[in-house]
């Protein structure tokens, strides 16, 4: 089935349809449903929508989730205990839940009313990605339940989305080297963004460097940067800006003023140069942060190369127990 | 008018009453804020919420923003043209709006369908403070939407954290020194909590640190600590946990077990500890990020003395435009 059959049959179960979309998920996962929470929070006049990392929903789970309600649950291995407890939480309360997952025997399944198998690899069109499935889910969600005014402006956005990725990346190529060979030293790195990215620098920030090459790192929103982080700001310190196209930009343009001014160790990833501006206007926002998680793993790449730290080593992830 | 009288004020004047409440703020500000966040999403079975740092809100206002709708601003200094500009949006699209500030000259007031002067300092009562005040919001909007059952519990808690906090304020002096004296080199620290009180993980780190003492700083959330950020751990990290009473303490747990076993500079600030089971067990959690700021506070003044750096030291804010 697919996502637009998926919604509308769960829609038409009970009298009153959707009322909530809950995106529920762990680390790298949870980062992948942040666009949908953004673009649900921003465009939705009835459907309420909630972004949890999954204990939390297990253990102070929202009183308002109810049969009406829809659960996604995402875990590419499918088998993290409190993403599938999530699930299972869900379906007990009534809910319908759907299970994204890469694994066909996981857990999760058992506790999914619907499942996508979703693809992974550098070689798969990213629109069958969880990242895109999950904000196809949304922006069906939000067309069952009140109509979705570009509805067709989004579909053709994610026909589009994948060959303005694969032409960012060759665009991007030589400048992730450079920047690996430059800031192979470092230690640190904040990553700031705005809009539906900003779930991407936190992923790009706990996920790449954190998790893949043991850096410290931190996300920071270009509109809160001048409320605080910006006071650490200085020449020896290093920034990755994700620029977005769309209503947020001036935020992220405010923050790259500043950093021109008072910072040097700046690598500038701006989506509207890397060409995503062939997508329409009203909807371009949205479709930032698949094209930045694409273009990050090629810096993330490159700085594992240079570090000759593959992005594979773990010390406690699946070695220890927690 | 008290918080009470406010609510219900507003409340009478649709006939639908009050559909949702944003809360809309910068840096320090924002964090007071997130509390409410969390007590509406998980308790709140009508009434929607949503947390906004003000130039995301304005320049991306969420189409469900309406006559029903509130609006919570604040701003300490009361005239942050960002948050100022977003009561006056919110204002405009017929939303009800209520500052909170400092400064009874604020631009924020000319935007202020009704308006908080609140208390500030060492001397102040705790429920007097802008974290309080919005989550005396908070409940009360609950409360008239659709009766809060644990209404009265939570008034009681209100009378009793200052008193909790003054006895927590003592315990941890002597500790706040040792801290201080032992982590003085360090440039970098994580800062962990989950539930109601990551806003305030994320709060120390912007405000505290990375504001005003020029330090890295990350907040972690407890739940997902295990989904990435973990890998960066080793005995030479510093982490500041901040254990929660109430349902999400097990996540907090948890990390506490892992640092406990392969970090060596952990500092552990504890409600229950400190005393907050005072506090009936089913509102107490929205107490802890209350303690959790006053607490911290005492932490980081002993780090700016040892450390010779005055927590108003500035470079950028208010002393560079912007």
């Known amino acids: 089935m697919d996502v637009s059959q998926v919604i509308s049959s769960i829609n038409k179960k009970n009298e009153k349809g959707i009322s909530e979309l809950y ?3 762990c680390g790298g996962s949870l980062v992948d449903m942040y666009p949908s929470k953004y673009f649900l929070e921003s465009e939705a006049k009835s459907v309420v929508t909630g972004l949890y990392t999954a204990n939390e929903f297990v253990h102070a789970t929202p009183k308002r989730l109810n049969e009406n309600s829809v659960v996604i649950v995402c875990s590419h291995g499918g088998n993290t205990p409190e993403s599938v407890e999530a699930a299972k939480i869900s379906m007990e309360l009534g809910a319908q839940t759907i299970g994204l997952t890469h694994n ?4 999760l399944l058992k506790y999914s009313n619907h499942a996508f198998l979703y693809e992974w690899g550098a070689e798969s069109d990213v629109k069958n990605n969880p990242m895109a499935i999950i904000l196809k889910l949304a922006v069906e969600v ?6 979705y005014v570009y509805y067709e402006a989004f579909k053709d956005g994610m ?11 060759e665009l991007v190529e030589e400048r992730a080297r450079v920047f690996a060979n430059r800031y192979q030293k470092e230690d640190l790195f904040y990553v700031l963004s705005s809009g539906a990215s900003y779930g991407h620098a936190y992923g790009f920030s706990i996920c790449s460097l954190m998790e893949m090459q043991w850096l410290n790192a931190a996300p920071i929103h270009s509109g809160e940067y001048f409320h605080g982080p910006f006071e650490v700001t200085d020449k020896e310190i290093p920034f990755i800006l994700m620029m977005n196209e769309g209503r947020t930009r001036p935020l992220d343009e405010r923050a790259q003023a500043f950093l021109d001014k008072y910072a040097e160790k700046v ?11 062939k997508i329409r206007e009203e909807v371009v926002e949205f479709f930032n942060p698949v094209l930045f998680y694409s ?28």
Not at 159 to 169: H, L, V, Y
Not at 302 to 319: D, F, I, N, S
Request: contains cysteine; negative net charge.
């Open 104 to 107: 066909k025997d996981a857990n």
């Open 159 to 169: 026909e589009k989305i994948n060959e303005i990725i694969k032409n960012g990346e």
């Open 23 to 25: 995106l529920v998920a």
């Open 295 to 322: 273009i990050l793993c090629v810096y993330r790449e490159a700085l594992a190369e240079v570090r000759k730290h593959p992005l594979e080593t773990r010390r406690y992830m699946g070695k220890v127990s927690y």
């Open 142 to 147: 939000l067309n069952v339940t009140e109509e």
């Open 267 to 277: 690598e500038v990833v701006d989506a509207k140069e890397l060409g995503i501006s």
